[in-house]
C-alpha cells in the first residue's frame, strides 16, 4: 500500500484518527484536523505519496525535513509534518502495514519573544476614543481576561452574566464556525472589571441584534456570525498609532491581539 492511500482523508474529523483522540481523552478540534489535512496534502504527499509503506525509512523522512528547511519552512512547521507522518506510521503499525515505526529527529524551533505594551502605553490607549466600540471593548476586555480572540468572538449575549462571562466555545476563524469547546476543552467563568462590564452593555445596547444566541461582537449584516477578527486587530494597530507605536515598531516589538494574553500572565505575575 502506498503512503496516499493510506493516509487520504486520515485527519478527518469522523475519521479513526480524530474518534480515536476523542474517545480517549486526548485533545483534538475540527480546526486542528483541517490544519493536519493541509500539511498532509500540501507538504507531505507531494514528496511521500508515492512510497509504499514499508519504503519509509528514516532516511526518506530526514530528506523530507531537509527539503522543507531549504524551502524556507519554519522549523515549526515542519515539526507538525512531521508529527502527521508519525501519527500516520503509528496507526499502520497498529494494524500490521508495516513492522516499526522510523526514528524521526525533529527540526529545531528558532522562537520568537512576543512582545507586551508598557503599563502606561497600555494606559494611553485606552484613555484616547476608538472609531469602532466593538474593537474598543474586545481589546479592554481581552487586556482584562486573557482571553483568546476566539473565545471573544463566540460569545453571545447569553454569556454575559453580572460580573462575569460564561466561556462555553470558541469561534474558528478558518471554518467561520463555533467550535464544540474552548481551545482546552474546558469551559470557566472569567469575572470581569467594571469598567469592561459597562463597555460590554454599551455594546449590547447598540447591538442590531437581541436574541441570547446573537454575536456579543456582532456584524450589522448577519446575526450568524460575529464580526471578523482581522477587524479586532485592525483596530488595536490603529490605536497603537494613535498613540505614537508606529507599525514598524510594532512589528519590531511582536505585538499584536494575542499579546493581551501575555500581558495579562505578566501582570497576573506581577501581583
Known amino acids: 500500500m502506498t503512503f496516499e492511500s493510506y493516509s487520504t482523508r486520515f485527519f478527518d474529523w469522523n475519521g479513526d484518527y480524530a474518534t480515536d483522540r476523542r474517545v480517549t481523552g486526548k485533545r483534538i ?18 514528496a511521500l505519496g508515492k512510497l509504499k509503506l514499508i519504503d519509509i525509512d528514516r532516511s526518506t523522512i530526514k530528506q523530507l525535513r531537509n527539503d522543507l528547511f531549504r524551502e524556507g519552512v519554519s522549523g515549526a512547521t515542519i515539526n507538525k509534518c512531521l508529527s502527521c507522518i508519525r501519527a500516520i506510521l ?10 516499526a515505526i522510523p526514528r524521526i529527529e525533529r527540526a529545531a524551533e528558532q522562537k520568537k519573544s512576543r512582545g507586551i505594551l508598557k503599563p502606561d502605553e497600555a494606559k494611553a490607549l485606552f484613555l484616547k476614543p476608538w472609531p469602532d466600540i ?7 476586555l481581552a487586556a482584562a481576561t486573557g482571553l483568546r480572540q476566539g473565545e471573544i468572538l ?18 474558528n476563524q478558518r471554518t467561520g464556525e463555533l467550535n464544540e469547546t474552548t481551545k482546552s476543552g474546558r469551559a470557566r467563568y472569567v469575572p470581569i472589571p467594571e469598567k469592561v462590564e459597562v463597555a460590554i452593555h454599551e455594546l449590547i445596547e447598540i447591538s442590531p441584534w437581541t436574541s441570547p444566541e446573537s454575536y456579543l461582537f456582532f456584524t450589522l449584516t448577519r446575526q450568524t456570525k460575529p464580526i471578523e477578527g482581522r ?13 505614537g507605536i508606529h507599525d514598524q515598531e510594532r512589528e519590531a516589538r511582536w505585538i499584536d491581539f494575542h499579546s493581551w494574553r501575555h500581558w495579562f500572565n505578566s501582570i497576573m505575575i506581577n501581583q
Open 29 to 46: 478540534s475540527r480546526r486542528q484536523c483541517t490544519e493536519k489535512t493541509a500539511l498532509l496534502n500540501n507538504r507531505i504527499i507531494p
Open 90 to 99: 503509528e496507526s499502520a503499525e497498529d494494524k500490521r502495514l508495516i513492522q
Open 231 to 243: 477587524a479586532l486587530t485592525r483596530g488595536l494597530y490603529a490605536a497603537m498609532r494613535g498613540i
Open 134 to 140: 466593538r474593537a474598543y471593548t474586545a481589546n479592554i
Open 154 to 171: 463566540a460569545l453571545q449575549r447569553q454569556n454575559v452574566k453580572t460580573g462575569y462571562l460564561e466561556i462555553l466555545r470558541g469561534w
